[in-house]
């Protein structure tokens, strides 16, 4: 009998010992998922954590949130640019359609990238947690570190930052844009199309110098060498500035510098008016320059289907803006997005069909004008 108490004690005891181990190991988090896990890439790693109603898994693999309480904005200078507001309307499109009730523009009405970068430091001191920044140079990395240490996810669409070696800044989370280098030489080809048979020189207009138009000038100017069109030169491209008096005045002086200009490609969404106006108080009739600018706006498009100019380039700022905000919700969510994403630029022109049609871009800008009441 003694033996057999001695027993159901040990027994006893080790049962206890068995279910005190238990209670004392670690149990998995319930919010754990794998794009949250350390195998993670660093662009799909959630550093906020989210609220307690965000915790139930969501229908696609993500987890749920509440987008009201995750304040996003998109930071730009030139708030009222025409070309500037038809991407602000593809990020806060897409911000109303996700259910984020606070989506915001911020930055500064003139060009000075400081008041750009202060009021992306605001945002973030105030408990912003997701930003579109619209920069194209170096002079962004400081501000996107400084959003990495506030906790906010951070994409930068239009500008390619994206190394060879497929890293990005750090602080920067995401970059999508169309390929500059690619739409040059779609430009070069329809340029030499028209050109065929002819002699003289093209010249190529810059706003500044940034990543983005130095890419298009060096892919258009590759392209015309690698066409190998006999009796054609293409000139060193000019800056036209943002002025538009200024790159009226630079245009002018180009045409009267060179007697035998064929043509131009512009890399502003400006060329339009800029080449436009110069050709017309040149006297150039419509057809005696072949002329090529950026950007659908009510503006260039009816220098376009007035044969003013004959195409522009159709950067996707509406697309890469909307899926801008797409990524930041996925990231909320603890969903991986791609760190780099090339996105089409058609050329538009008079006869062109489907993406190539001037008529394809008219709801834009038609929207443009009703959601900011202009």
Not at 115 to 122: N, S
Not at 256 to 269: E, R, Y
Request: hydrophobic letters at 40%.
């Amino acid at each position: 009998m003694k033996k057999m108490s001695k027993m159901i004690c040990m027994v006893v005891a080790v049962v206890m010992c068995v279910a005190v181990f238990a209670a004392c190991s670690p149990a998995p988090a319930a919010s754990e998922s794998p794009a949250a896990s350390e195998s993670a890439p660093a662009a799909s790693e959630e550093t906020t954590a989210p609220s307690a109603e965000a915790s139930e898994p969501a229908a696609a693999g993500g987890t749920e949130i509440n987008p009201a309480e995750y304040p996003v904005a998109i930071a730009m200078d030139s708030k009222n640019h025409p070309v500037h507001r038809m991407v602000q309307l593809g990020f806060l499109k897409a911000a109303k359609q996700l259910g984020y009730t606070d989506a915001q523009v911020i930055g500064t009405e003139g060009g000075d990238a400081n008041e750009v970068y202060t009021a992306c430091d605001t945002f973030a001191a105030q408990g912003g947690k997701g930003l579109m920044l619209w920069r194209g140079d170096d002079t962004a990395f400081p501000t996107l570190k400084k959003m990495e240490a506030a906790g906010v996810k951070v994409g930068i669409a239009h500008f390619k930052f994206v190394e060879e070696d497929g890293t990005l800044p750090q602080g920067l989370n995401f970059n999508l844009a169309c390929d500059p280098a690619e739409y040059g030489a779609k430009v070069a080809d329809f340029m030499a199309e028209k050109l065929k048979g002819k002699t003289g020189t093209i010249a190529v207009t810059q706003n500044t110098k940034n990543n983005t138009e130095n890419a298009a000038v060096e892919g258009f100017t590759k392209r015309m060498e690698e066409l190998k069109m006999d009796g054609i030169t293409v000139l060193d491209a000019e800056l036209e500035g943002a002025d538009a008096t200024q790159a009226a005045n630079v245009t002018a002086a180009i045409i009267q510098k060179n007697t035998d200009l064929l043509g131009a490609f512009s890399t502003t969404g400006g060329g339009s008016a800029s080449w436009s106006t110069a050709a017309q108080k040149a006297g150039k009739a419509d057809d005696d320059l072949v002329l090529v600018a950026m950007d659908i706006t009510e503006e260039n498009l009816k220098y376009l289907t007035d044969g003013k100019i004959d195409a522009l380039v159709y950067q996707p700022l509406y697309e890469e803006a909307f899926q801008t905000m797409e990524n930041l919700d996925k990231l909320f969510r603890g969903e991986e997005v791609p760190l780099w994403t090339v996105l089409n630029a058609p050329l538009v022109y008079v006869g062109g069909t489907g993406e190539s049609d001037p008529a394809t871009y008219q709801t834009y800008i038609d929207e443009v004008k009703t959601w900011f009441e202009q």
